[in-house]
């Protein structure tokens, strides 16, 4: 059975930092691309990152880049997001996933785990 956990969300001040992970078991993430997703209340899901399976590309849209990090531990299974100078705006359930090849298209992500919540408030 095929799972994914995200952990390390939480709540943190304008400009400070999180590191999210997504553990994996009952496959591979050495063999699948994996992206981190968010979704804000009344706002539609967004890709925020991703990680190819090949070698290691990153994605990054123009709203998180140079603050968000994708990496990814092959023993350990696990990918993660490092987030740094956060926003307010940053605010969501964050959500990690994993398909055939980056993409922005959510529905593309064959599995999805059950989303850790960041939020950013003084």
């Known amino acids: 059975q095929v799972q994914l956990v995200e952990s390390g969300g939480g709540l943190v001040q304008p400009g400070g930092s999180l590191r999210l992970s997504c553990v994996a078991s009952?496959?591979?993430?050495?063999?699948?691309?994996t992206g981190w997703f968010r979704q804000a209340p009344g706002k539609e899901r967004e890709g925020v990152s991703c990680i190819s399976r090949r070698d290691g590309s990153t994605y990054y849209p123009d709203s998180v880049k140079g603050r968000f990090t994708i990496s990814k531990d092959n023993a350990k299974n696990t990918v993660y997001l490092q987030m740094n100078s956060l926003k307010p705006e940053d605010t969501a359930v964050y959500y990690c996933a994993t398909a055939k090849g980056c993409t922005d298209f959510a529905a593309v992500y064959d599995y999805w785990g059950q989303g850790t919540q960041v939020t950013v408030s003084s």
């Open positions: 009952g496959l591979s993430l050495d063999v699948y691309a």
